[in-house]
């Protein structure tokens, strides 16, 4: 079952912060962040692991509750670099396999 | 380092057509994965490969079949094309001791 995104998108102006929330109904082992930009290939960011710390990636970073099989990603003083689609992907006890969110848009505007 | 590669980039079929859609990938990684991409829906899984020989389902596996040819080749082939599996196809690898699965260009189809 895919995991939920929320937003479905957000705007935003550079030097400004989002969270973007992903959530499973099913327990989670790991989950996995990804950035497409228009037109390209999905690009990996970070994974955050169950019994892990917070992750980070230049100015995102992300965290993740077991309890509440939720992981959320902070992109924090937003670059136009930033801009793509995020998508999350959660796995099981079999790390081969991945379900994705639908995926959130960001756009940063100068 | 040409990382995966899929061939073709586009591609449009008739309805009831069969295609092979090709990937082959460098880094002599030994899981391979194929998904497809629809607006709204997110990257679903179609088939993978965890290593060499073995094929398993994904979500979406109905009206798809797939050959690990070798370590480096992962082909997906539909045997009738149908106007619902017009999509955007990535197709994906990854090394044993790493969780980052790395993605090819992606091929486009659409089936009229």
């Known amino acids: 079952q895919q995991p939920v995104q929320s937003p479905q998108a957000v705007i935003l102006r550079e030097g400004e912060d989002a969270v973007i929330n992903c959530s499973s109904s099913k327990a989670l082992y790991s989950v996995h962040w990804y950035r497409q930009k228009h037109g390209e290939a999905p690009v990996f960011l970070m994974i955050l692991l169950k019994g892990g710390e917070q992750k980070g990636h230049d100015k995102i970073s992300a965290s993740f509750n077991e309890k509440k099989q939720q992981s959320s990603l902070y992109l924090t003083a937003s670059q136009l670099s930033y801009s793509g689609t995020y998508f999350c992907?959660?796995?099981?006890?079999?790390?081969?396999?991945?379900?994705f969110g639908a995926g959130t848009t960001v756009t940063v505007r100068a | 380092n040409a990382g995966v590669t899929q061939t073709p980039k586009f591609q449009v079929l008739k309805t009831g057509q069969s295609m092979t859609l090709q990937c082959a990938q460098d880094m002599n990684h030994n899981s391979m994965y194929w998904y497809r991409q629809d607006p709204g829906m997110g990257l679903r899984l179609i088939y993978y490969s965890a290593s060499e020989g073995t094929t398993d389902k994904g979500e979406v596996p109905n009206g798809y079949n797939v050959s690990r040819l070798n370590k480096r080749e992962f082909s997906l082939r539909l045997e009738s094309a149908a106007p619902s599996q017009t999509s955007v196809y990535f197709c994906a690898s990854k090394t044993s001791w790493a969780y980052e699965q790395y993605f090819g260009p992606g091929t486009r189809l659409t089936v009229t």
């Open positions: 992907g959660t796995g099981g006890d079999n790390d081969y396999k991945l379900s």
